[in-house]
């Protein structure tokens, strides 16, 4: 019996297989049309002095919208990029858009964009970045890159002339994700993060406890001591935030503060803030 039921899960187990090989494919062929197409945007999500509840910062996160497949989440499509190498050309597209779009924000206002790994080993990836800056007219200390730990499982000599690199023009590098993967403080050692943005599994779900509690809070001690921002993602409630920032960290991000939002959005967000008639209305702690 167990033989005959091994036998129907194995079939359902391979249909299911193959309606995501299709769909993947499918995907990775359309994805190369998307941007001349138009269906790609990017959206801003604030990041937000814990102290203030002033924007520091909104994070660039892009958004497929399919004409038949309606919104694709990027953790659907990004590793299909990846995959097929699409990722360096999208890569290009999302850094320009967003510096330009910086570029139009009040100048204490940084923008931060998510790199894959193949697109930091790809021949030319900083002049590329800094190409659009340049064509942005965005200084480079405005841009942030937010890097994985899967970026150092090789531990390339790529990567550290990339980093060091677009370090020395002053642009900024996050640690993101940080807790989810290899969390080897070798790399925050040997390269000069500004800020580490410590996972939201730490912050929600069925892990945060005392020892999630504890963890967050020594992030933050070294983040004081070495001066870099510790950035706590993924804050839905008032009592998160509470938490974090008692524990000592320095920026959050979470619906609690906003989805990501369209450019114009973003832009709306930014001068009810800075507007004195608006000051009452701004979310704090
Ligand atoms: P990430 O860099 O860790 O980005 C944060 C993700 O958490 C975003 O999902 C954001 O919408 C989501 N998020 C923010 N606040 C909350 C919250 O309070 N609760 C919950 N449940 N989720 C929250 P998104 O936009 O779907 O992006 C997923 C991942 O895809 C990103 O994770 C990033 O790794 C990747 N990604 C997004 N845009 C890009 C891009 O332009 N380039 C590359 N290479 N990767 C990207
Ligand atoms: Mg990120
Ligand atoms: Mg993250
Ligand atoms: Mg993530």
């Known amino acids: 019996h167990a033989k005959v039921g091994g036998r129907a899960q194995t079939r359902f187990f391979d249909a299911t297989m193959t309606r995501d090989l299709v769909r993947r494919r499918e995907i990775e062929g359309e994805l190369r049309q998307a941007i001349q197409r138009d269906e790609l945007s990017i ?32 953790d659907e499509f990004i590793p299909v990029a990846e995959e097929s190498g699409v990722i360096v050309t999208l890569g290009n597209w999302i850094t320009a858009q967003a510096a330009r779009t910086a570029a139009q924000w009040p100048e204490d206002v940084t923008v931060a964009v998510n790199l894959s790994p193949l697109q930091i080993k790809a021949p030319g990836a900083a002049l590329g970045i ?46 993101d994700d940080f807790g989810t993967g290899y969390s080897s403080l070798g790399y925050i050692n040997k390269y000069p993060f500004r800020k580490i ?14 020892k999630s509690e504890a963890i967050i809070r020594a992030v933050a001690e070294m983040g004081s001591t070495l001066e870099m921002d510790i950035v706590a993602e993924g804050l839905e409630t008032i009592e998160q935030v509470q938490a974090v920032r008692d524990a000592g960290c320095t920026l959050g991000q979470g619906y609690y503060f906003s989805r990501a939002v369209p450019d114009y959005l973003a832009a709306m967000l930014l001068s009810q803030e800075r507007d004195p008639a608006h000051s009452g209305d701004r979310k704090t702690a």
């Not at 405005?142 to 677009?166: G, H, M, Y």
């Not at 943005?197 to 005392?210: E, H, L, T």
Request: proline share 5%; aromatic share 10%.
């Open 130 to 175: 800094l190409n659009a800056l340049r064509e942005a007219g965005l200084p480079p200390s405005r841009l942030e890159l937010e890097v994985t730990e899967s970026l150092f499982l090789d531990d390339s000599d790529a990567t550290s002339v990339f980093i060091e690199e677009l370090s020395a023009k002053g642009v900024r590098f996050a640690l």
């Open 43 to 74: 959206f801003f999500q604030p990041i937000v002095d814990l102290e203030t509840g002033r924007i520091r910062c909104f994070e660039a996160l892009v958004r497929w919208f399919h004409p038949e497949k309606g919104e694709l989440r990027p």
């Open 197 to 210: 943005k410590v996972d939201r599994s730490f912050v929600s779900g069925k892990d945060v406890g005392r």
